[in-house]
């Protein structure tokens, strides 16, 4: 049973431009969902995703955006990137069908902001 | 807005003693409160989780108190291990709301040998 994996874990980008995270959920799991960790922070809920579809969004932008594929891997798109947007990006699988209500996180992807 | 604050912001013990961390939430809609642990550049892992039909819930060193009447929980760590040093972070949810957590802020727990 392979684990929640993340890439890129570190990017660069400047002010502007986009960016695609990608998440591969754990083996079994149908629910994947994406927090925002700044700094010295506790995770921020994003969105989450079941059967590819949207399922919930915390108080974020519509310029994150996120899409969710048939092997359950996932990703998050961010547009027009902001310096705010800095920070650690977790992904997070589990499963609806076991109904243990824990998540499994990845090891995130850091993002900079110039 | 906050709905769950975590204190304190750092907390140092040394070996062998207890660590206590502390959480309050708002929302009366939360059903599920757990415990997450976080090392330096890895992601959070479960630790315990807690539901508000009861007041206590043990698992080896780590116990969780509730108090649903003042919308309070607590993590306690016996025996506390340099091990145990890392980030620990209270949420809570709705079961309803999927894999939708509200962190708190975390607590920097330091346990010197």
């Known amino acids: 049973e392979t684990g929640v994996t993340q890439s890129p874990t570190h990017l660069i980008k400047t002010r502007g431009q986009q960016v695609t995270l990608r998440c591969s959920s754990q083996s079994g799991h149908n629910t994947v969902s994406w927090y925002q960790q700044a700094l010295g922070q506790g995770p921020q809920f994003i969105f989450q995703y079941y059967r590819e579809e949207e399922n919930g969004r915390g108080n974020f932008p519509p310029r994150f955006s996120g899409l969710q594929f048939p092997n359950y891997s996932s990703e998050l798109n961010v547009n027009a990137l902001e310096l705010d947007d800095s920070a650690l990006y977790l992904c997070?699988?589990?499963?609806?069908?076991?109904?243990?209500?824990?998540?499994?996180f990845g090891e995130g992807s850091r993002l900079t902001v110039l | 807005q906050q709905q769950v604050k975590q204190s304190p912001q750092s907390l140092i013990v040394q070996k062998g003693g207890i660590s206590i961390i502390n959480c309050a939430y708002e929302n009366t809609a939360f059903d599920y409160f757990p415990w997450y642990q976080q090392f330096p550049g890895k992601g959070p892992a479960l630790l315990i989780a807690?539901?508000?039909?009861?007041s206590e819930k043990k698992e080896g060193r780590f116990t969780i108190s509730f108090n649903k009447s003042a919308k309070q929980f607590s993590l306690h760590i016996m025996d506390s291990q340099p091990g145990d040093s890392a980030t620990y972070f209270c949420a809570a949810s709705k079961e309803t709301s999927g894999s939708r957590l509200t962190f708190g802020e975390g607590t920097q727990l330091t346990v010197n040998p």
């Open positions: 997070a699988s589990s499963s609806r069908t076991l109904h243990t209500g824990e998540l499994f």
């Open positions: 807690i539901r508000p039909d009861v």
